[in-house]
């Protein structure tokens, strides 16, 4: 897990750091005011595996900066020192990126500091204002999210024509797409998806492997679908007459071992392996000696050959939705 201190950490400005399951706490960074104070709302990992923030303070104009860092601690860079006047003041909400791969996010406001704004800073830091809010449009701002249509949608506190808070969309040109709610499965398993007009689709596809057993509710926005035989790792496809709906993230096809046959028998043997989700097959070994001939036969065969040093042990097969393992162990006679 990962996460931000507000404050704390060597020089009292705050921290990035991660903790596992167990409690095992790892520092990644100590800001240090000129790169940042007070990095208080929530970490966004993006498709490149770095974690991506906002401070309110600190910087080289003292209004905040938006930065990144890897999961290991190196390669901190500042992306962004918030100017506080056309880039608003101090980011008010955490960072989300969108379909389009861009990240988004909503300034502040500060008294007599200029306006606060919606923004977009890209992975390698070109920073744009998209909007600038007008006098009725305050503070107290939450964080964006992304609808399946495409647009981003927040809130204000404050403001409106009440001047008791409003609820904005704001369009990013970004196409209408599907999102999953699990993200891996294996081959006969349930995915839901989450989207629109999916009552009027006709298949459903996994990296072009296509399907007719799904079924729709009755808003058309929630689709569930049984994992068809042979379908791959990859994106995932709600076929539409109106418009394919791409899924925002990638579905990996977990791979199974059921049995193989024979059970034992010496260097140069055959050895046919049984299972589901083996069509992607990249990798096979045998008690952990990588076993370089095989061939996939089907989606549900793997045939390979004990290689030269082979030793007794189970069988792994890696694909692209990762490694499966026999429960049994082949003996090398």
Do not use: C
């Amino acid at each position: 897990f990962y996460g931000f201190a507000n404050q704390g950490g060597v020089n009292g400005y705050g921290t990035v750091f991660k903790i596992t399951a167990a409690g095992v706490v790892t520092v990644l960074h100590n800001f240090n005011m000129t790169d940042g104070w007070g990095p208080g709302l929530s970490p966004a990992q993006g498709s490149d595996g770095y974690i991506y923030g906002t401070t309110y303070v600190g910087g080289s104009f003292g209004r905040g900066v938006i930065f990144k860092v890897s999961t290991t601690g190196s390669g901190f860079t500042v992306l962004h020192n918030t100017n506080g006047t056309t880039d608003g003041y101090g980011s008010a909400s955490s960072l989300i990126q969108a379909t389009d791969g861009n990240f988004y996010g909503v300034m502040g406001t500060d008294s007599g500091l200029g306006s606060g704004t919606i923004y977009k800073i890209t992975p390698s830091g070109s920073f744009s204002t998209l909007y600038t809010y007008n006098t009725t449009q305050l503070d107290y701002v939450s964080s964006l999210v992304q609808h399946t249509n495409g647009l981003l949608y927040g809130s204000m506190g404050i403001g409106g024509t009440s001047n008791v808070g409003l609820v904005y969309s704001y369009k990013i040109g970004a196409a209408k797409f599907a999102r999953l709610a699990t993200t891996s499965g294996k081959i006969g398993s349930t995915l839901n998806l989450f989207g629109q007009k999916f009552k009027t689709a006709t298949s459903v596809s996994f990296a072009g492997v296509t399907t007719t057993s799904f079924s729709s509710n009755s808003t058309g926005t929630y689709l569930t679908v049984t994992v068809p035989t042979g379908a791959k790792t990859g994106v995932v496809t709600v076929n539409e007459p109106s418009g394919n709906l791409l899924s925002s993230q990638s579905f990996s096809v977990t791979p199974t071992i059921t049995s193989f046959t024979p059970t034992s028998g010496p260097v140069g043997t055959l050895i046919t392996v049984t299972g589901t989700g083996l069509t992607q097959t990249s990798k096979v070994t045998i008690g952990g000696i990588n076993a370089p001939t095989f061939t996939g036969t089907d989606d549900s065969h793997v045939n390979v050959t004990v290689p030269t040093g082979g030793k007794t042990g189970p069988i792994a097969i890696t694909t692209s939705g990762g490694t499966a393992t026999s429960a049994t162990n082949f003996t090398v006679n």
